[in-house]
């Protein structure tokens, strides 16, 4: 998944609209999924569109264009900032934003947020001196790793694993004797908020190139826990279980899920190569899609998997 950039500059003349496509070609052809807002004209558009995007955002960079002049004590010509970019960052800083660069046109008034968050801006003359001044700063990220197109402040998954060969009966007492589950971690990486409600299902399930709906879309059971529902905290993570093989019979693949169903039926019951895919949600963070490949021969102590993101 490419790392998103929202970017917030003005474009209210021709030429900052210019500029804003330039540097979102630029953006994609680095390999990060750009998103240029557009001005809104309703309190609507700012909650559907504006808001969205800038919390599933990662990167997020402000660019303050001149706008009306006004006159300085010391009889100077200054300028007022765009209205609209001032909006966002303050949207900006409540989301708690790691990873921002700031660009302000010169002669702009510092006002409000910008007196305490823009003290060290890049500051730029005009368009071209601007879209080099953009480029030098990203290129300097990306080249000590500061930026990277696979980063995300949100939820990921990783260390797909087997559990080691247990004993497990579900809620509803259907027993495995000698079974193990696969497991994956959901890594919550911001560092301000929790990921409340976290829960799991399998939404579809491909074989031979045919995609069909999971026969079972109930929550996904939390790994050592009673419950289907976690909570993650700032920088941690938690374990779901995805998938369970009962060594009694290596040819049934079972979900440990919600399902209140004895005996517990396989969703998968032959051998080959499936594609499962799963999706995790949380409370305020965006929907977390992933696919875990699966070698299916049959054989408790070697079944072969990977993740897909």
């Known amino acids: 998944m490419k790392a998103k950039v929202f970017v917030s500059c003005g474009q209210s003349r021709r030429k900052e609209i210019d500029f804003a496509d330039k540097l979102k070609s630029w953006l994609s052809s680095k390999g990060f999924n750009p998103y240029v807002a557009k001005q809104s004209q309703s309190i609507q558009d700012v909650d559907s569109k504006i808001i969205d995007n800038l919390q599933k955002s990662d990167f997020y960079i402000f660019i303050d264009f001149r706008r009306e002049a006004i006159k300085s004590k010391k009889h100077k010509t200054i300028y007022r900032g765009s209205l609209f970019t ?9 989301l708690k934003f790691e990873r921002v660069i700031f660009f302000q046109q010169s002669k702009v008034v510092l006002e409000g947020l ?3 968050m823009l003290s060290n801006g ?15 700063k990203i290129e300097e990220k990306l080249s000590n790793k500061d930026w990277d197109i ?13 559990s080691s060969e247990t004993n497990h009966t579900d809620h509803v007492g259907n027993n495995f004797p000698n079974c193990k589950a696969l497991q994956i971690d959901i890594r919550n990486n911001r560092d301000d908020i929790s990921s409340f409600n976290t829960v799991a299902r399998l939404d579809y399930i491909e074989c031979d190139g045919n995609k069909i709906d999971s026969p079972d879309k109930t929550l996904l059971k939390a790994t050592d826990q009673p419950g289907f529902n976690q909570v993650i905290w700032p920088k941690n993570h938690c374990t779901i279980d995805l998938l369970l093989i009962d060594k009694g019979n290596p040819n049934n693949l079972y979900l440990l899920s919600a399902k209140d169903s004895r005996p517990r039926k396989e969703i998968i019951g032959n051998q080959g190569v499936y594609n499962l895919y799963y999706s995790v949600v949380a409370e305020g963070f965006p929907l977390l899609s992933f696919v875990v490949n699966i070698n299916h021969k049959g054989d ?4 072969r998997v990977s993740l897909r993101h």
């Open 86 to 94: 001032n909006q966002e960052l303050a949207i900006a800083y409540y």
């Open 114 to 116: 910008l007196k305490y």
């Open 122 to 136: 890049t500051i730029f003359s005009n368009y071209n001196d601007l879209f080099e001044k953009i480029r030098e």
């Open 150 to 162: 696979s980063y995300t402040r949100h939820l990921i998954c990783e260390n797909l694993r087997w």
């Open 300 to 303: 408790f102590d070697n079944i």
